[in-house]
């Protein structure tokens, strides 16, 4: 990894360097908090978690081959616990004891940013920044050497992870940033001073300690605190509280959107159910006809993002359209599954308002009976009755043939529905595993059926369960 050495690593942490002279100008090969892909010459920080000391792998991770951990410990009290002795090897190997192993993540990952040459592409948002982030690193791997966020790494130990990716041939990486307080993407944006930063909407999401809408426009957009001086902002026009953002570090925000009246829009939308969505996307300079293969009018927003800042990165016409054409979704984010007997939206990863309506629309394009298995939606603050209620009813007028609840707060959904439709085929169960026992009874061949909740609800046991092996 360009310009990382333990002695560097030392002096970026503040920390007390113990060891060999002889390695203390190497490059380290790689950085991990996992001890299951430590490399050769690599660099573990030994993360005290809730359920894991990293200190207890010290040793281990010197035999695998690491040149340098790094603990909140001196060595002899790190090496105590990992069953062993530093003597002997400190002769060979680094050490460096820090205040906070978190912090020193953080500090390496921040310094590590200062030294690639790749661009950073900063998305947050509070539905689709997955989504989004694939769509874009889809497109821009068309022309550019591109690296993305991996999984659900989006926050304050995922973010430096991703960047702890990069290597010299990079020239583009797209970093997904996730929040749930405020300050907490002002950390991350100081971290990966992005280049580029997207938001993809301003929902009701994390509103127990963000309050309201208001407050996650205002936590989001701490993405602009660090921001390269020169960077550019990309923001969805369609959203009423971005639309209030006329300006960022004097420079005017590039809107893409649906509405006409955004820099980049969609023109001509053909809505091809759960075999994906058509439409032209207009630049200043172009027209793009474009086929988005996932199902869902919100992916044309997402589409639009990646139109966007690949036009204005200089991309030609037909690497857009080719590389939205080739995108396709991570499990549980939309991800449709075709069986001998069903049709499965896979959308448990996550839900809120904003993300289980769009999901609903989609189910409501499908052919044949429509099923909602729809559970639990976490951090929704003090309405969190009254926007369950919501989905519920919103189920109903649109049509959807069979809701199935699971979970505390989803009795709201079941009051929801009856309200509009007293005798809706509405069924409800306390849990997951209740719900579980009881799937495969209710669903019938020919089904197309959402399966959508908070990520701890697990309803990825409810895929598994209709999923074959």
């Known amino acids: 990894m360009k310009q990382i050495t333990p002695a560097k690593l030392a002096t970026v942490c503040n920390g007390i360097y113990y060891g060999s002279e002889k390695v203390k100008d190497t490059e380290i090969s790689s950085i991990t908090i996992d001890s299951r892909n430590i490399t050769t010459g690599g660099l573990f920080i030994a993360i005290k978690g809730a359920r894991t000391d990293g200190n207890k792998f010290i040793l281990d ?3 695998a081959g690491a040149a340098c951990c790094i603990s909140e410990l001196e060595p002899a009290d790190a090496f105590s616990i990992s069953a062993g002795s530093s003597r002997g090897i400190l002769q060979e190997k680094a050490f460096i004891q820090v205040e906070s192993c978190y912090q020193a993540l953080k500090d390496i990952a921040g310094y590590y940013r200062t030294v690639c040459g790749a661009r950073i592409i900063g998305i947050t948002g509070s539905v689709g920044k997955t989504t989004t982030k694939e769509m874009i690193a889809s497109v821009l791997s068309e022309h550019f050497n591109t690296l993305k966020t991996q999984g659900n790494y989006n926050n304050e130990v995922g973010v430096p992870l991703t960047l702890f990716r990069l290597r010299e041939e990079h020239e583009i990486a797209v970093v997904e940033m996730g929040i749930s307080e405020f300050g907490e993407m002002t950390r991350l944006s100081q971290i990966a001073r992005p280049d580029i930063c997207v938001i993809t909407n301003i929902g009701q999401c994390h509103l127990e300690t963000l309050g309201d809408r208001n407050g996650v ?7 602009f605190s660090y921001m390269q001086e020169n960077g ?4 969805n026009g369609d959203d009423d509280k971005l639309k209030q953002i006329k300006e960022v570090n004097g420079k005017k925000p590039v809107y ?3 509405d006409k009246t955004c820099d980049v829009f969609a023109d001509n939308i053909i809505n091809d ?3 994906g969505v058509y439409f032209d996307a207009v630049t200043s300079g172009s027209r793009i006809p474009v086929h988005v293969a996932v199902p869902g009018i919100h992916m044309v927003s997402d589409a639009l993002a990646s139109v966007a800042i690949a036009t204005g990165l200089g991309m030609k016409a037909e690497e857009i359209a080719t590389g939205i054409s080739k995108f396709t979704p991570v499990g549980g984010h939309s991800n449709i599954i075709k069986t001998d007997k ?4 896979d959308d448990c990863y996550n839900a809120n308002p904003v993300s289980m309506k769009a999901a609903i629309d989609v189910l409501a394009s499908a052919r044949g009976r429509k099923v909602a298995i729809i559970g639990d939606m ?8 009254m926007l369950h209620y919501d989905i519920g009813a919103y189920a109903v007028k649109k049509d959807i043939d069979c809701i199935v609840c699971a979970g505390t707060l989803a009795k709201q959904y079941v009051a929801g529905a009856l309200a509009i439709d007293g005798n809706h085929n509405v069924l409800y169960y306390e849990n997951t595993e209740k719900a579980l026992d009881m799937i495969k009874s209710i669903v019938k061949k020919g089904d197309s059926i959402l399966i959508k909740a908070s990520h701890a609800m697990e309803f990825e046991k409810i895929v598994a369960v209709l999923t074959p092996a």
């Open 61 to 63: 991770m010197y035999n």
């Open 232 to 235: 550019t902002v990309y923001l």
């Open 217 to 223: 426009l205002r936590a989001k957009t701490e993405i």
């Open 273 to 275: 159910g759960l075999n």
């Open 256 to 258: 893409y959107g649906l």
């Open 342 to 345: 069903f049709i499965i939206m």
């Open 378 to 385: 976490f951090e929704l603050g003090t309405n969190e009755k």
